[in-house]
């Protein structure tokens, strides 16, 4: 099976992007990890399929799989590659577009200067809305905030801390934040996979580790579910500074510096809005069933 696919990334975080309007795509989990696969494979955080819109008031369906194949609600970033794709590729001229994703529509705006914003859709900060056990645990206020405190496990996260305190952000995906002295020194690696992948997040997790750097500008490193820590990642963005705003630390808006570039984060009324970069890389054509022979076997 030959598909066309173009890569692109927005601030370093890299999509494959797949048109599956003119033909139909077949996604699987085992054909989203072999295109991801950075070795035997194109190589990507994510892969995004575009197809027809399932529902009126939507222009196209945008859906998002992971580089482990696990299909997930929202990806800001890819959100943003997903206009410069349309509109390049012919499929639409309109803007802004509306995509429909797991949860709903988000509206998207190729703006003057190169960039894209991003109206980011339903934003939620109950545990439930992750979802999120909190029986047992300490949690505190602070501010409009509510942080819980998630004891770690030493053997699992050797020289990390006792406990973390996180802020719950839902924005169709899950993300739990925590503030940090320095994004540089974290311990992401071994901190974040341990959170992602906790019992109490029954859908595994997104963890964000944010340094306040001043009242608009942050520095943020991301830990993402079925990824592992990438170049930048939208929807975390979103959740640092939607949990900073509740924590009094931040005004809107905020820019956010991640390994990959700057992402602007601007909070109007109950509505997140993200503007940063889209790139389109390459284009090419692959036998994605020829890449997931080439792959070992699953244990």
Same mark, same amino acid.
């Given at each position: 099976?030959?598909?066309?696919? $173009?890569?692109?990334?927005? @601030? ?10 003119? &033909? ?15 070795? /035997? ?38 959100? !943003? ?10 499929? &639409? &001229?309109?803007?802004?577009?509306? @995509?429909?994703?797991?949860? %709903?529509?988000?509206? *998207? ?6 960039? +894209?914003? +991003? =109206?980011? %859709? *339903? ?6 809305? *992750?979802p999120f056990d909190t029986t047992g645990l300490a949690s505190r206020p602070e501010h409009a905030d509510t942080l819980w405190e998630l ?7 050797? #020289?990390?801390?006792? &406990?973390? /305190? ?12 925590? +503030? ?7 311990? +992401? ?14 859908? !595994? ?20 579910? #079925?990824? %592992?820590? $990438? ?5 975390? @963005?979103?959740?640092?500074?939607? @949990?900073?705003?509740? !924590? #009094? ?19 109007? %009324?109950?509505? /997140?809005?993200? $503007? ?8 090419? $054509?692959? =036998? ?6 080439? /792959?070992?076997?699953?244990?």
């Amino acid at each position: 099976m030959t598909w066309p696919f $173009t890569k692109m990334h927005g @601030a370093g975080n890299d999509f494959i992007v797949l048109d599956g309007v003119r &033909s139909p795509i077949q996604m699987t989990a085992a054909r989203a990890r072999a295109l991801a696969d950075r070795h /035997l494979g194109i190589g990507a955080d994510q892969i995004l399929l575009v197809e027809p819109a399932t529902r009126p008031d939507a222009d196209f369906r945008y859906r998002i799989f992971n580089a482990d194949g696990s299909e997930v609600e929202h990806c800001g970033n890819g959100a !943003r590659c997903f206009v410069r794709f349309v509109h390049e590729q012919g499929l &639409s &001229s309109k803007n802004p577009l509306r @995509a429909e994703i797991a949860t %709903g529509v988000i509206v *998207l705006d190729a703006t003057a200067d190169g960039r +894209v914003t +991003v =109206d980011m %859709g *339903l934003t939620c900060y109950e545990p439930a809305a *992750l979802p999120f056990d909190t029986t047992g645990l300490a949690s505190r206020p602070e501010h409009a905030d509510t942080l819980w405190e998630l004891p770690l496990d030493e053997a699992a996260t050797p #020289g990390g801390p006792a &406990s973390v /305190l996180l802020s719950l952000v839902a924005i169709s995906n899950p993300h739990a934040v925590q +503030v940090v002295d320095d994004v540089d020194t974290a311990p +992401v690696g071994r901190v974040g996979p341990y959170i992602e992948s906790h019992p109490r997040f029954a859908k !595994r997790v997104n963890a964000g580790f944010m340094q306040v750097v001043d009242r608009h500008t942050i520095r943020l490193r991301v830990h993402e579910r #079925g990824a %592992g820590e $990438t170049l930048a990642c939208g929807t975390g @963005a979103c959740a640092a500074v939607a @949990a900073g705003i509740r !924590r #009094g630390l931040l005004d809107s808006p905020v820019a956010v510096h991640t390994r990959g570039g700057v992402l602007d984060i601007a909070l109007l %009324g109950d509505s /997140l809005r993200m $503007t940063g970069p889209a790139t389109t890389v390459f284009s090419g $054509t692959v =036998d994605v069933d020829a890449l997931v022979a080439s /792959l070992p076997a699953q244990p």
